[in-house]
């Protein structure tokens, strides 16, 4: 397939971004790397903003399977109104992302009801990524206990918050912010949500004045910026990250936000997933993401495009835990068979299987020349994408050689072999298969 490159400043330069070489790869896309430009971001799908093509006939992906319901199965077809349930991604990240959150299914209507133009279509969007260069974010409310440190050891946070705001999340966490009663629970969540929400309903220039006196802090105290950090992160990391987000954001009310949220580090092949409603901000890196097929960002932070504080604020869970609870812990894909060559080599197909239905990844590693993967037909559709090495792709009668940046659709029921004719050679595969699996606003 032919894939569609998204520049933006956030992006990447040149050949530094992921996602600018592997949309090179496809010859039949025209495209030369330009080393100044930023590129940001590719996409695999149906999405109708920016469908991927078939290489030969130039024909969309939407168009094709509309055409043809068997691609996806008459089932995800009927149930997905004849658009693939997922959009598949590679993103590379050179400069902060919008803290942001997406909107679940109920909310997505509603927003894009009221406001097409900042909400482009009705669906919501749970979203997974997984690091495949080293990756820094910020995700998810932080355990209260590290929020109710900073507010006594931050005193531009305590001053943009309140004295008497932040007096009552102290009080109104003590003692059980790590109780597990579900009326405990309710009340600290409501007690996040009026921290944060006094936090975030600053006027700019309120929150530039005091971005100052933050940054000078984190410039001057290093290892004991912050009462020497957190349990999660060291004094000296936090002042560091202050200090770069500060000279990407000047005076943003973000520099505030990261110590309400996990700040998380991601080695290759980690992973996260983000339920609908779910606060969070990508920093660096090069990832694949894969979601609900949906553009829907409410924003608050790290941006110039349109920020909806009252929606964000409104909108969000307020579920809160270190990050460990957040990072997903791959298994073993059963649905496959590896040739000798691929089993002595140690290789492997791990798969991410989040708490949806419409989703879910499969790595594959095949070490080794010949080493081979054969996958079992699925009642779903997939997307296909190599990130490192060569080798082939088979699928029915037909072989199609597969390196870096390549991009191969497989239609339903239809049995897949990856073969190696490299040292490493690494894909990624989204795939759906209606399972009854539980709905992310189904999941605590």
């Given amino acids: 397939m032919q894939v569609p490159l998204i520049q933006l400043q956030c992006g990447k330069a040149g050949r530094e971004s992921a996602a600018a070489k592997f949309a090179a790869a496809t010859e039949s896309a025209k495209f030369s790397i330009e080393n100044e430009k930023p590129y940001a971001e590719l996409w695999m799908g149906t999405h109708p903003s920016l469908p991927s093509k078939d290489v030969e006939t130039q024909r969309s992906l939407l168009d094709l399977v509309q055409d043809n319901k068997a691609l996806m199965s008459t089932e995800i077809s009927r149930k997905y109104g004849e658009k693939l349930p997922f959009l598949f991604k590679v993103l590379s990240i050179r400069k902060a992302l919008s ?43 932080r355990p209260l206990k590290e929020i109710s440190h900073f507010l006594a050891t931050v005193p531009s946070l305590r001053g943009l918050i309140g004295e008497e705001a932040a007096k009552q999340f102290e009080e109104g966490v003590g003692g059980r912010d790590t109780s597990s009663n579900a009326e405990d629970t309710q009340r600290n969540k409501k007690s996040l ?24 802090s984190a410039e001057k105290d290093g290892e004991d910026f912050a009462g020497g950090g957190g349990p999660s992160n060291g004094g000296k990391e936090l ?68 920020q909806d504080i009252p929606t964000l604020t409104s909108m969000l869970t307020y579920s809160y835990a270190p990050i460990s609870e957040q990072k997903m812990k791959p298994v073993d894909y059963p649905y496959v068979t590896l040739n000798r060559t691929a089993y002595s080599s140690s290789s492997s197909a791990i798969l991410y299987d989040p708490p949806i239905e419409e989703f879910s ?17 699925i009642e779903g559709p997939s997307i296909i994408i190599c990130t490192a090495g060569s080798g082939q792709i088979s699928v029915g009668p037909k072989t199609q050689q597969m390196k870096a940046g390549n991009v191969f659709f497989v239609g339903a029921t239809a049995e897949c072999i990856l073969e190696s004719d490299s040292e490493c050679f690494t ?11 539980e709905t992310a606003n189904g999941v605590h």
Avoid: W
């Fill in 361 to 377: 990844v499969v790595k594959t590693e095949l070490r080794g020349k010949d080493a081979k993967a054969t996958f079992e037909a």
């Fill in 239 to 306: 002042a560091d990250l202050v200090i770069r987000l500060n000279r990407q954001f000047e005076g943003d009310v973000g520099l505030f936000v990261l110590f309400f949220l996990n700040y998380v580090k991601l080695e290759v092949g980690e992973a996260m997933f983000l339920k609908a409603d779910d606060i969070h901000a990508y920093l660096s890196g090069d990832i694949i993401e894969c979601m609900a097929s949906s553009d829907n960002v409410v924003r608050a932070g790290f941006t110039p495009k349109f």
């Fill in 427 to 437: 894909t990624f595969k989204a795939f759906c298969e209606l399972s009854g699996k």
């Fill in 99 to 141: 803290i942001q959150a997406h909107p679940n299914k109920k909310l997505a209507e509603q927003l894009h009801a009221k406001d097409p133009k900042n909400y482009p279509d009705d669906n919501h969007k749970p979203e997974m990524t997984i690091a495949i260069t080293q990756f820094d974010g910020l995700c998810g409310f």
């Fill in 193 to 216: 949500q009026a921290a944060f929400s006094a936090l975030m309903n600053n006027d700019k220039s309120t929150i530039a004045a005091a971005a100052k006196d933050l940054v000078a």
